[in-house]
């Protein structure tokens, strides 16, 4: 492995090819958004000489937060837990606006050096593992290529070049705009304008409230309810402790005290539903005011956290629909007409613009062709060693957050767990990791029953029924077991080449 950092643009020495010799990286990470700097700043930390290098396939840093852009685009957890542990946060917002995510990923990316590793506007298609070479060859969409020894996918679970659209029936006829949040247009505006926006899930809360005091009417057209809860804008315990303590310790606290609400919240919904829905039931009407539109229109099926839990922050959803320039409408598509769209039950919403708010295309490592010794590796077909590698897959790891809790908890930890491991093989003189296949995996990597996660069940890696292949979502027993988890069980490891 090199410690210096290798100029793209310089042969290498010594004997001369008829082609120039790919850039080499020791670790080579693919996406700068909220995991990939976070990724990166650990590694750094870890190894200062071994050489790094980020690739976007976008000309920013943010990822998410750069991507999304539709009125009211926010976190849907508090920032204490979904920041960096190294870096705290600091503003007074808990559940802040995209923007203000963005720089703070922005921030923590220049001020570390980070932002100068990143080769932005290099979109990853694949990437090859030579067994005889020990590394990574990964190729982008201008047909270049990289080498790497170890390839750290930090590009979320979704796709960004296409959400979630449904055929809906009729739409050609409709006279409006149907926009996708997704891809909102920069040259939309919604003032005085009738908005129909379909979906019920946490990008639908947050547009309503956002567009409905400029709007003629917003209505929230929804299949079936989700479950919804109220949280302050702004945490309360975390200004008094911001009051008394320097900043560093009021960030920990306040982090520790949400990561336990939120985990025993969740805990409680898992053991006592029917307890925990009663709850939601009874702040649902303390915010409306009114029981019976709260049991049509916010009285699930499923039980809580079947679904990712949404929240409102300052009741600003109920605000709206109290003053009635908002209201939800729970009912299904017959078909968009002319003038916007007819339901089963016969009624037309009017509507100039629809929003279709019905979720994300979900896609593993950032749909990334790989391949080992040239044969394809099917990832729906591997088991997910410790929710961050690939059962037979050397050298790879990717990152995917917690389901029931702020994705940068999860994400750490992963950080971290590539750090041990690469230590580990620098130490003995190891140069390939690669996890074994193990037997009987069978379970789905993400565990919740929302429409978006269960179309891509079989693209994803499945879980075992044993540790280190079962994907536990619990960050308090993680946080204890991942820094003493053995990375040499169920692995397999050959040694660097002299």
């Not at 750290?152 to 006829?173: E, H, K, V």
């Not at 917003?218 to 949280?231: K, N």
């Not at 629809?354 to 979720?359: E, L, N, Q």
């Amino acid at each position: 492995m090199t410690a210096a950092e290798p100029d793209p643009g310089v042969p290498a020495t010594g004997p001369q090819s008829s082609e120039p010799r790919a850039p080499h990286y020791d670790v080579l990470i693919v996406g700068a958004g909220l995991s990939g700097i976070g990724a990166a700043w650990r590694l750094r930390e870890a190894f200062p000489g071994k050489t790094l290098s980020i690739i976007e396939a976008r000309e920013a840093i943010g990822g998410t937060w750069d991507l999304f852009r539709y009125p009211g685009v926010r976190s849907d957890s508090d920032m204490f837990t979904l920041s960096y542990p190294f870096r705290p946060w600091t503003d007074t917002q808990s559940l802040a606006s995209g923007d203000k995510i963005r720089d703070y990923i922005q921030r923590t990316a220049d001020e570390s050096g980070i932002t100068r590793d990143i080769r932005f506007g290099s979109k990853v298609i694949a990437a090859d593992w030579s067994t005889p070479d020990a590394r990574w060859t990964v190729r982008l969409a201008d047909d270049s290529t990289l080498t790497c020894d170890f390839l750290y996918a930090c590009t979320g679970y979704y796709s960004y070049d296409s959400g979630y659209q449904p055929d809906f029936p009729g739409l050609g006829s409709f006279k409006g705009r149907l926009v996708h949040p997704q891809f909102w247009p920069a040259d939309l505006d919604h003032t005085g304008k009738r908005v129909v926006v379909i979906g019920s899930g946490a990008t639908a809360v947050t547009l309503v409230p956002a567009m409905a005091p400029t709007a003629a009417h917003v209505t929230m057209l929804q299949r079936s309810p989700s479950y919804l809860t109220s949280l302050p804008a702004r945490d309360v315990v975390a200004g008094t402790l911001r009051r008394l303590l320097p900043a560093r310790a009021a960030s920990t606290l306040t982090r520790a005290k949400n990561v336990l609400l939120t985990q025993g919240f969740y805990q409680l919904a898992r053991r006592r539903p029917q307890r925990v829905r009663s709850m939601l039931r009874k702040l649902a009407i303390r915010g409306l005011g009114d029981e019976a539109y709260v049991d049509e229109h916010f009285k699930p099926r499923y039980d809580p956290w079947d679904q990712r839990l949404c929240v409102i922050p300052g009741g600003d959803l109920w605000e709206e629909i109290r003053a009635g320039r908002a209201s939800v409408v729970t009912d299904h598509i017959d078909t968009f007409v002319p003038s916007g769209v007819r339901l089963r039950s016969g009624r037309v919403l009017e509507a100039d613009i629809v929003v279709s708010a019905t979720g994300l295309t979900l896609l593993p490592i950032g749909g990334i062709d790989l391949t080992v010794d040239g044969d394809p590796v099917k990832i729906g077909e591997r088991a997910a060693y410790r929710g961050l590698m690939l059962s037979g897959v050397p050298n790879l790891a990717y990152c995917i957050g917690y389901t029931n809790a702020s994705w940068t908890l999860r994400a750490d930890l992963s950080h971290r767990y590539v750090v041990r491991l690469l230590r580990h093989l620098d130490r003995r003189g190891l140069a390939v990791a690669t996890p074994t296949t193990p037997g009987g995996q069978g379970r789905p990597l993400l565990d919740l029953s929302s429409g978006y996660v269960q179309r891509a069940l079989d693209v994803f890696p499945r879980q075992g029924d044993r540790d280190p292949w079962l994907v536990r979502q619990n960050y308090l027993r993680d946080l204890i077991t991942s820094p003493r988890a053995d990375v040499t069980r169920d692995m397999t490891f050959q040694e660097a080449r002299s």
